[in-house]
């Protein structure tokens, strides 16, 4: 099987580049699918019929897009009229949107060729899919983007869209063992997403490399996000955070994390440590009480409802919190403002902040998704993060690194997990 996963990352490439034809990529991921989704479950959607229209298609445009050819998995919280759109729920089973997400018809108009719909927890909240680790199926390859980062990590796509309104593209793709980027609040739009929490949602990518995020990102804000060659020999400053939680680590990520630290300074980077400008402790309590006030409003359809199709866990966890006022979700906001803006000052001078995507390799059992305790807080500073794979525990389970860049420096970020993904990747 991983020769037949290899051979197709060569016919991907190939198609990039102008001398692969789609139709052929297409057979090669129907295979691909069928090999590893028996035990990946990491498709809600998928149609070969589906596929090989769109190669023909896009083997007959006379102009070729920026995304020609490239397989792309959709998150099945993101709306797509062609396929079915269930939000993660049987409440929706079956549902076919009217139109795409922007972000879809953006990549559809690049010429992306749009692979299917990938699994999502129920409305990309708690309840886990079905879908299983791609290094051990037995482990949760996390949530909520858990089809998306399994898909990837399996080498079936090379990109996949995800969302983020906790940890639900950083903490898979450290689970996964590939890159995840989760872009400034904001930077693409979410136009055709369906809604969790309006002040946190964000767009996230999980790809293969670097490259393959920032390429499809630049597509989406319609800005210059592609990592500028030669950036691998740049130098750059960076801070370590170690949270007020950091003791809730592992032994093994922290022992990835310094070995990275390590590498990064005999690449020649300067790292320095970095005290917390603030109180990192109070924009986590900040983080739950927008989460505890947002999401039972937006949905507030299914929770007025009768629960019918909703997993229990679902319905139990967007029902309205009697601790969490308006005056506490008030209060909240100004904690996420007030903090926003010493991290804004602290990050003057440099680069990125280095710290931990997860506490540890991917859980064991597929009950839970895995603790977010070393995404929420950077979600809700709306700053844009990349996980990169750095290593492995002693079960074999992936561990990575994640960086954080300023608000809006997103091009800065990418170049910066460019040069530190080629340091990770050297023997």
Known sequence: MKERLLAL????????????MVAALAEALIEAIDLTEPTLGAWHCFDPEYLRLQARQLDARPHKGRLHGL?????????????????????????????????????????ALIVGKTVSTEFAFVAPGKTRNPYDP?????GSSSGSAAAVGAGVVPVALGTQTSGSTIRPAAFCGIVGYKPSYGLID?????????????????GWRVADVALVASVLAQRPLEAQAGTAAQKFRLGVFRPVFWHEATPAAL???????????????????????????????AHTAIMSWEVPRALAYERLGDGAGLQPRTYENIQISPVTTAQVYDAAQAVACRERALWKEAMTGLDAVLTLPAPGEAPLGLSSTGNPVFN?????????CVSLPAGHGAGGMPLGVQCVGAMGADASLLAVATALETVLGAE
Not at 97 to 108: E, F, I, N, T, Y
Not at 192 to 203: A, F, P, R, S
Request: with cysteine; net charge negative.
């Open 255 to 285: 022992a990835v994390f310094e070995r990275a630290l390590d590498r990064f300074r005999a690449a020649g980077h300067e790292i320095v440590e970095l005290p917390d400008p603030g109180d990192f402790g109070a924009l986590m309590a």
């Open 71 to 111: 397989p792309v998995g959709i998150k099945d919280v993101i709306d797509t009229h062609d396929l079915p759109t269930g939000y993660g729920s049987r409440h929706y089973e079956g549902t076919r949107p009217a139109s795409d997400a922007g972000c879809v018809a953006m990549l559809r108009a690049e010429g």
């Open 376 to 384: 929420r807080g950077w979600t809700q500073l709306g700053l844009p």
């Open 9 to 20: 990352r060569q016919m991907v490439r190939q198609v990039q580049a102008g001398t692969g």
């Open 190 to 206: 979410r136009t055709g997403i369906k809604v969790l929490c309006e002040t946190l949602d964000t767009v996230g990518l999980l």
């Open 138 to 142: 037995a482990h949760t390859p996390g």
